[in-house]
T-cell receptor, first 117, second 113 residues
Framework: AQTVTQSQPEMSVQEAETVTLSCTYD???????LFWYKQPPSRQMILVIR??????QNATENRFSVNFQKAAKSFSLKISDSQLGDTAMYFC??????????????FGTGTLLAVQP | DSGVTQTPKHLITATGQRVTLRCSPR?????VYWYQQSLDQGLQFLIH???????AKGNILERFSAQQFPDLHSELNLSSLELGDSALYFC????????????FGQGTRLTVV
């Protein structure tokens, strides 16, 4: 069974600094998708970034970028120029499409990020 | 706003009761997913419906059931409720494309007392 591990339960960063959140996963598949979602205190789940495993280029979305290391099964999220609004729980998620049958997500346990003023 | 609507936002009920959670997906999305978020289990996939048919099942209890209607809205039915069923229940929807990202509703906070 696929698993997702986030080994940092909590992290803290100063405003305007850069922080990296770690995620590793376990799968025997070669074609899959990886995501980072954030959950602010409002509890809404918000998509941050998406990575396709067959693309070697790391995905970026404005201040958010990933370091995808397929061989190491690692998918870390880098947040640059951290802002107070980035304070949230961040979840790493894995998707194995099972031949197109389902896009269900397997989530890690989350990293609680606090951005300090 | 994700475009996914869940009702109600909060629900308090007693043990042994039955409740129904409702979800309307984003316009154009045929897939609806249900997830449960609890302190001890984290975020877990429950069930996936595509255009009215069940596509995949996760760790969903036999006391729980779901369906998707012709207008594509979905309902999650939870019966014989126990204290441990207290959780945040999310609905998400996605396009019919392999690897499509899921967009989540605001969740229904269920408290069983």
């Amino acid at each position: 069974a696929q698993t997702v591990t986030q080994s940092q339960p909590e992290m803290s960063v100063q405003e305007a600094e850069t922080v990296t959140l770690s995620c590793t996963y376990d799968t025997s598949e070669s074609n899959y998708y990886l995501f980072w979602y954030k959950q602010p205190p409002s509890r809404q789940m918000i998509l941050v970034i998406r990575q396709e495993a067959y693309k070697q280029q790391n995905a970026t979305e404005n201040r958010f970028s990933v370091n995808f290391q397929k061989a190491a099964k690692s998918f870390s999220l880098k947040i640059s120029d951290s802002q107070l609004g980035d304070t949230a729980m961040y979840f790493c998620a894995f998707m194995d499409p099972l031949g197109g049958a389902t896009n269900k997500l397997i989530f890690g346990t989350g990293t609680l990020l606090a951005v300090q003023p | 706003d994700s475009g996914v609507t869940q009702t109600p936002k909060h629900l308090i009920t007693a043990t042994g009761q039955r409740v129904t959670l409702r979800c309307s997906p984003r316009s154009g999305d045929l897939s609806v997913y249900w997830y449960q978020q609890s302190l001890d289990q984290g975020l877990q996939f429950l069930i996936h419906y595509y255009n009215g048919e069940e596509r995949a099942k996760g760790n969903i209890l036999e006391r729980f059931s779901a369906q998707q209607f012709p207008d594509l809205h979905s309902e999650l039915n939870l019966s014989s409720l126990e204290l441990g069923d207290s959780a945040l229940y999310f609905c998400a929807s996605s396009r019919d494309r392999v690897g499509a990202e899921a967009f989540f509703g605001q969740g229904t906070r269920l408290t069983v007392v």
